[in-house]
C-alpha cells in the first residue's frame, strides 16, 4: 500500500513539475483598444487599401487614427455628419462619420478645407470608412508643419 502511495505522489508531483516547464509563453497581440493611434493622412490610408483591401483591413479594422485631409465634399444624407476626404484618387473618397453633436461642425466644412480628425476604421466596403470621428483640437505648433 505504502508503495502505490509513493508512485501516486511520483506521478502527481511530475505531472506539477512538468506542466511548468512545457508551457509555451505566447506573446499575446495588444488589443484594439492598447494600440497606439496612427498617425496618416488621408491619401496615406486609401493607399493602403488601394494596393491590397484585405491586408489593410487586417491591419487597420477597428484601429484608432488622427487623420490629416482635404475637405472634398459634405454630403447631406439625413442621418449622420458626413464628411468625404479628398485621396488623390478621382472616384474614391474616404467616408468619416461624425456623431450629432458635431453636426454644426461638419455643415460649416467647405470643399478644400484642411481637416484633422480622430476617427476609428471601420474598414472597406464601396470605401475606407472612418467612425466615431471627432475634430482633433488645432495646436498652435501645427500651424507651421
Request: glycine fraction near 6%.
Amino acid at each position: 500500500m505504502k508503495k502505490v502511495k509513493l508512485w501516486v505522489v511520483i506521478i502527481v508531483g511530475l505531472n506539477t513539475v512538468g506542466l511548468g516547464c512545457c508551457k509555451k509563453e505566447s506573446a499575446q497581440e495588444p488589443t484594439v483598444e492598447e494600440q497606439p493611434t496612427l498617425n496618416f493622412t488621408a491619401s496615406r490610408l486609401f493607399a493602403n487599401f488601394n494596393v491590397n483591401k484585405t491586408s489593410a483591413e487586417a491591419r487597420f479594422k477597428g484601429r484608432l487614427f488622427n487623420i490629416k485631409g482635404e475637405v472634398y465634399d459634405v454630403p447631406y444624407d439625413g442621418g449622420l455628419p458626413v464628411v468625404l476626404l479628398d485621396t488623390g484618387d478621382t472616384i474614391t473618397q474616404i467616408r468619416a462619420l461624425f456623431h450629432d453633436e458635431f453636426k454644426p461642425q461638419v455643415q460649416a466644412l467647405k470643399k478644400g478645407q484642411h481637416v484633422h480628425i480622430h476617427c476609428r476604421c471601420a474598414g472597406y466596403t464601396d470605401l475606407v470608412e472612418l467612425v466615431d470621428c471627432s475634430f482633433v483640437k488645432s495646436n498652435p505648433d501645427d500651424a507651421s508643419k
